[in-house]
């Protein structure tokens, strides 16, 4: 049954590992609940206390805008195929722009591919796992590539602007901090 802890210990370290997705979900201090669905080798384990993981560019830019609001930041791992299990992992969030001088190390770590937008960085304050009889099993047969494929198409240059025109704002209309 369910458990609570307040790190990752190397079983859901690795558990983590073997999940191709993960859910995040976020709020600001009012508005709209944010939950989000992340794939793409996008998520890095740093310890037992910190999780990064690489934001594509979207349609929408409400984490950015949630965590610079208030830093709570929920992620959730379902397994989808073997044995079940939830793993939620709660903590406090702060965001890391290209323009920041923490961006080249984080960014190091994850495959290049254009689009990234922001990294964000998650300090564990929690950890819970539960049973996961309910959830359905499902097979993992390729990440998608047509964020990267779009990205690449529109170049720099595109994705600036699309930031311009698409991700200053959440749809709460909260600043999301992307251009400073």
Known sequence: ?????????????????????FFVGTAGVDGRVNISPKGMDS???????????????GSGNETAAHVLECQRMTLMF??????????????KA???????????????????ASGAR??????????????????????FVEDRTGLVQWAEKKGTDGIEQYWQDKNQKSIDGKPTGIFG
């Open 78 to 91: 379902c397994a989808f195929s073997g044995k079940p299990n939830i793993l939620r992992i709660y903590g």
């Open 1 to 21: 049954m369910g458990k609570q802890m307040s790190k990752l210990d190397e079983g859901l370290k690795e558990f983590i590992r073997n999940q191709h997705m």
């Open 43 to 57: 998520l890095r384990v740093i310890d037992s206390e910190k999780i990064i993981w690489l934001n594509y560019t």
């Open 94 to 112: 702060a965001v890391i722009h290209p323009r920041d001088k923490e961006w080249e190390v984080a960014f190091r770590l994850f495959p290049t």
């Open 118 to 139: 922001q990294i964000f960085s998650l300090k564990i304050e929690s950890v819970a796992t539960s049973c996961g009889f309910s959830v359905p099993l499902y097979e």
